[in-house]
Each structure stands twice: as C-alpha cells, then as structure tokens.
C-alpha cells in the first residue's frame, strides 16, 4: 500500500560524489508532441505536471535535445528556471530528430558541442550537472565522442558525463577517457537483458537509469497485475518498486504529461514490495520485445 507521496520516500543517490538526489526521477520525454515530435497537446499541463513534479520532491530530471525536438529542454526551463536549490537537470546529445518516430546518430565532437550549447540556452544554464551521451555513432569514433565531453567538462560546460544505450565495454572505454556517474539503458523486473550492466554500476558506484519499466510480454504483464492487485496499487507502481528495490543504484525516472499520472507515479516511492513478490517478479521470463 503507497504511505506518502513524496520522491523522498525512495531514498537518495549521489551522483559522482556531489550530486544527491531523491532516487525517483521525472523523465521529460512525455511532454513533447507525438511521435516525441513538436510541443504537446496541452503545454499549460505539461508546465503543471514539471512544476508539481518538483514540489513532490523530484531533483533529477532527465531530458534530450532530440525530445521534441528542443521542445522538452525548452519547457523545463521555462518552467522550473530560475532551479530550486538541489534540482539537477540531465541532458543528453548524439541522437536526432527529422520527424516523428525518426531517430538519426550524430555523435561526432562537432555536434556535441553545438548540442552543448544549445541545452545550455534552452535550459537556461551555465552549465549542465549530467550531460550524457544519448547512443553510440557506428560511423563516429566512440572514443572521440567521449573526448570532446571530457573536454567540455574541462571548460566547465559540463559537471558530470553520462553514458545512455551501451554496453559494458562502451562503459569501461569512456572511464578510461572521463569518469562517467551515470549508464542510462532499457530495462525493467522482465527485460534484463543489461543485468550484467546494471551489476557492473552497483559494483562501481554508478547509477543506472532504467528506461521502459513497464517492458515485457503477456506473461510480465499477467505476473505485474496480480502483484498489484494483492498491494492495492496500480502495475506502473509495482514496476517502480521492483526497480527501487533492484538495487540502491537505480534511479528511475517516470515519465508523463499529466499531473495525475505524475503524482500515481510518485507515490512508487513509499510501495514497500514484499520479498516474496519480489522474487516473484524476478523470476518472469520475458516475451520478445521490439523497441523504437
């Protein structure tokens, strides 16, 4: 049963040794038009929903220049800028947008700094706490990626880099380029497939931040329905509980237009999910998935 409703509930993080945060995020990618292209169908709620996002107690909010595009950062700083104290904004680059539902690579160092930039303005800031790598460029040198990051950071631009969409060995080539603080990958209590990157974030003292926590087939979503009903919550607050409880290094960050599907979402924070349901869970064998 869901006690209180507040981010805080969830515990914190700290993000390379500096940044703590309540460990229920807000993901801003929802507030963009369809097809995560053009504003949304109703920019008062989306201004709502980031306002009220903050006064539950979320400090970490995670955006992109591609969600929109620009639309998202745009918003957010409109409606938070000037921050509340403790509020960190992360960001992304390396993925665009030429229409709705189309994503293109350009992670090349020329654009990761002209996508720098132009969060910078967007949001409203001098510089951004976590900037992340939105997704590999196959036809731009991964590590050349993560040198002009580590270099923006040198500039003062960027507070922390992050990682998003890798693997293991992407991860452990940019530590030896920059210190990463976050890894940001699909995953949820039925599609693990990045277990072994979320061990390896615990182990080094990483936050991973889930994208996708409802994934999985019929099975999952059976199993996820059942646990709900004997909680008396709904299946998106189990699925964050299960997240929550996974490990002290997962941030989750929830994403939604609307400021009652925000604040259902908040109240995951305080679900205490019983071991056994836990275990339960765990134990779903996933049906195939296709993503974006």
């Given amino acids: 049963m869901v006690n ?18 309540n460990r229920l995020g807000y993901g801003a990618m929802r507030i963009t038009g369809k097809g995560i ?12 929903t980031l306002r009220r996002a903050v006064e539950l107690g979320v400090n970490f909010i995670d ?16 409606a938070l800028a000037p921050y509340k104290t403790g509020v960190v904004i992360a960001t ?22 002209k996508a720098l930039e132009g969060s910078l303005k967007r949001l409203k800031l001098e510089r951004i706490d976590v900037f992340q790598l939105h997704t ?26 992050a990682l998003s969409n890798v693997t293991l060995e992407h991860i452990e080539r940019a530590r030896k380029i920059v210190p990463i603080v976050s890894v940001q990958n699909r995953y949820s209590f039925a599609d693990r497939e990045w277990e072994g990157v979320v061990n390896y974030c615990e182990a080094n003292g990483i936050a991973f931040i889930p994208w996708a926590p409802l994934a999985g087939g ?10 709900a009903t004997r909680l008396g919550a709904s299946p998106q607050q189990v699925a964050l509980a299960w997240l ?19 604040e ?18 765990s134990e779903v064998k996933p049906d195939p998935v296709v993503y974006r």
């Fill in 136 to 161: 590999p460029d196959h036809s731009v040198s991964f590590d050349a990626s993560m040198t002009a990051l580590a270099m923006m950071k040198g500039e003062g631009k960027i507070r922390h880099v």
């Fill in 264 to 281: 259902e979402n908040i109240a995951a924070a305080s679900l205490q999910l019983p071991d056994a349901e836990f275990k339960k869970m």
């Fill in 63 to 78: 955006t992109a220049d591609s969600y929109g595009p620009y639309v998202s950062e745009e918003l957010i700083g409109e």
């Fill in 37 to 48: 292209w053009g504003p949304p169908e109703n920019k008062d709620e989306a201004i709502r």
């Fill in 92 to 113: 992304k680059a390396g993925w665009e947008r030429p229409g709705p539902f189309q994503w293109t690579h350009n992670s090349s160092p020329a654009h990761m700094r």
């Fill in 4 to 21: 209180e409703l507040t981010a805080a509930a969830a515990g914190t993080i700290t993000l390379g040794g500096d940044l703590t945060v």
């Fill in 218 to 227: 019929r099975q999952a979503h059976d199993v996820l329905a059942g646990v």
């Fill in 244 to 262: 929550l409880k996974r490990s002290p290094v997962v941030l989750p960050i929830p994403g939604t237009s609307t400021v009652k599907h925000l």
